[in-house]
Structure formats: C-alpha cells, structure tokens
C-alpha cells in the first residue's frame, strides 16, 4: 500500500498552477491547520496550555507576488471544511472584537475566532488611532483562560477560553508608514511570523486546476473537517522529547543581534512546538507527536528567519532606510542587475555616488552579492 500523503503536501500541489510564492502556500494552509484545531488541542507545559494558534502575515509589494489569492485559497477550503467556525473578515473595533469573543464563548464553551484579511491595513486601520486594537489583539494571542477588557461604553467585557488565529496579508509600505512604534520588538510584531516574498514563483497567464487539482481540492476540505474533529492534548514521543530538550538546552538562542527581533527569538521555542503540533496531524492526523515533526517546524522558522531582517527594517525604516529598500527590491525584483541598469532604474531618485555607497553596504550584510563579468559590475539578490 503506498504511503499516504499529507494535507500539506497535497495543498502545495492542489496550489501549484497558481503564481503565489510557494512559502506562502506553506504558511497559509499552517495557518488553515492552526485555526481547524483551534484550542480543542494543546500542549500541557505545567503552568500553562500551548495552543497551536498562529499569527500569519503575508508581505509583498502590491500587485506583484498574489498575497491576497493565496489568502483566499486557504480560506476557501477551511470555510467549506469547517463551515461553523467564526471568522472575522472586515474591519472590527476592540470593543466589537470583545462582543463577539464573549458571544463565541456563551454559544460554544470557546471563545474561538479567526481573523482573515486580505488587506491587514484596512482590518487594523490606517494610523496610530487604531493601536487599542493592536494592542488588543497582541493580548490575544496568548489564548488566557479568562481575559477581561475595560470599554467606555460598556464597562468591563469578560471572555472565556479565548483563542484567537490570525492570517492576513500587507505590503512593506504599509507597514512602514502606519505600524506603531510600540507594536514592534516585544509587542505586536513579536507574536507574528512575517512572511516575506519579493517575486512570484512562477507566470501562469491563465491559471486552472486539472481534474486532478479537482479531486485534491475534495480529499483536502475532508481531511481539514476531519482535523477540526480533534480534542485533547499533543504528547512527545521519547526521541521528540529527548531531540527538544537537547536543542532547547544546547542550540536555542533567544538573544539575538537584532534587538526589534528579541521578542520573536524569545517565543521561538514555543512556536516550534505549536507547529508541531500542526506538522503532526498533516503527517498522521494523529496527537503523538515524533522527531520529525518538531524537526519541520524547526527548518520552517528557520527559513523563513533570513528575511524577517528586512522586514524589520520595512517597519522602522526612515528616508535612508528606503533608498536601501527601493535599491534591495530592485536587485530583488530582476535577480541579477547590472549596475549600469540598476542605476537607470533609479536614477530618479538618487545619483551614482548614493547608488554605491547604498551597494555596498547591501554587500557587507550579505543580502546582495557582487560579481565582475567582462569587466561589468553585476549584483545579485535573493539568496
């Protein structure tokens, strides 16, 4: 009999005449995984329960790398898979967000709430007024058993069992100019996993699913509703447990170069736990969690880690911030770049010597590489 194949790997391929970067499929259907499972699953860490809750956030230049298809893609099947959950998909205030969370948990024993927005910017708002929600939702996250929330109108708002799932998608612009300063470091940006794509994976004019894809999209909303079924607690297999503790004791770093990154790396041992949990069930649809599975989560943050830098810089960059921005999506965007060209792209906005001096900066972190060729120079990006 052959082997049976995951959710994951049925999704990526169900996804693959789509021109959204593959990573963001990925973390899309962890995201749909994580909101199937809600807080009906968890990880016992004596003083408290982990839920594989997660806050996704796609980012890309508008219009360019599909972040609001691939959104929708995900979105569709858990909303045919799990038709009761409640999902929120507009713009909401704290003290609405707070209304709904109480009224979840008096219907159902959980306040359990996905949020998903294709256009993060228009859920959170466009300027620093909206930090209450921001603010709200960086409480929420940490799924407290009992959470209360003082409004003006209402007084005190209490909630139950609270869990909250977050997928959206926004452009570094956006995060730049509108991201308060206190949501960033230990806050708000801390408890997200940015996903950053600066080109889509592939040209697909006119994409359509095959009868195969047709079939894929079937076995997936039943797997995901059966998924959604399970209760109780995740447990470590011996070998999980022993791999853990090793790195958790001998590699795990939480401080690192990057002080707007510390709150990240200091969650990072639980995230890997909740994706776990996630890389389980898509591997056996079962609650025992093995090697591998911790060993995926793992390679997943750790892929993804080397663009969180630039999206850091995104959020807090001022004017010089982004000239090296606009050189970086440039040399991005084309892969390589001669420099003659990549100064004609940009001549509109800065002159030879800040173009190098930009350059080579990029050279010294090592997120763009210089060659000669024919006596040409030539960077390349994206590695």
């Known amino acids: 009999m052959a082997d049976k194949i995951d959710w994951l790997t049925k999704y990526q391929e169900y996804t693959s005449t789509q021109e959204s970067p593959a990573m963001f499929h990925l973390w899309v259907g962890l995201s749909m995984l994580a909101s199937s499972l809600g807080r009906k699953c968890y990880f016992n860490k004596g003083y408290y329960n982990l839920y594989p809750n997660l ?23 858990f909303r045919l898979a799990v038709p009761e959950a409640c999902v929120l998909a507009q713009k909401i205030t704290p003290e609405a967000l707070i209304q709904v969370l109480g009224k979840r948990g008096e219907e159902t024993g959980n306040s359990d709430v996905v949020m998903v927005s294709t256009e993060l910017s228009v859920f959170l708002g466009s300027n620093n007024r909206e930090d209450s929600l921001i603010q709200l939702l960086t409480k929420l996250y940490d799924c407290e058993d009992e959470m209360d929330y ?49 080109k889509p994976e592939r040209k697909v004019p006119f994409p359509h699913l095959t009868k195969e894809q047709e079939i894929l999209k079937a076995e997936l909303v039943t797997e995901l509703h059966d998924i959604s079924m399970l209760k109780g607690e995740f447990i470590l297999t011996k070998d999980a447990r022993d791999w853990y503790e090793q790195w958790y004791c001998d590699i795990f770093k939480p401080d690192m170069n990057d002080p707007s990154l510390d709150g990240y790396y200091g969650r990072k041992h639980d995230s890997v736990l909740k994706l776990s949990m996630l890389f389980c069930v898509n591997r056996s649809g079962k609650q025992l969690v093995d090697e591998i599975d911790l060993r995926m989560a793992l390679t997943s943050l750790n892929e993804n880690e080397r663009y969180l830098p630039n999206v850091m810089r995104n959020i807090q960059s001022n004017m010089i911030g982004e000239e090296r921005n606009k050189v970086l999506r440039a040399v991005n965007r084309k892969g390589k770049l001669p420099y003659a060209k990549l100064l004609r792209s940009l001549s509109y906005c800065m002159n030879a010597q800040r173009l190098n001096e930009i350059l080579m900066g990029l050279v010294a972190e090592g997120v763009v590489k210089e060659t000669i060729v024919d006596g040409k120079r030539i960077f390349k990006g994206g590695e």
């Open 55 to 77: 806050y996704v956030v796609l980012v890309g230049a508008s219009a360019t790398v599909r972040k609001s298809t691939a959104v929708n893609l995900g979105y569709h099947l």
């Open 150 to 198: 003082h409004t003006v109108g209402r007084g005190k708002e209490s909630c139950s069992n609270v869990c909250f799932n977050l997928i959206g998608a926004t452009t570094p612009e956006w995060m730049k100019t509108s991201m308060p300063a206190s949501a960033i470091g230990g806050g708000f940006t801390s408890r997200i996993v940015f996903i950053y794509q600066y």
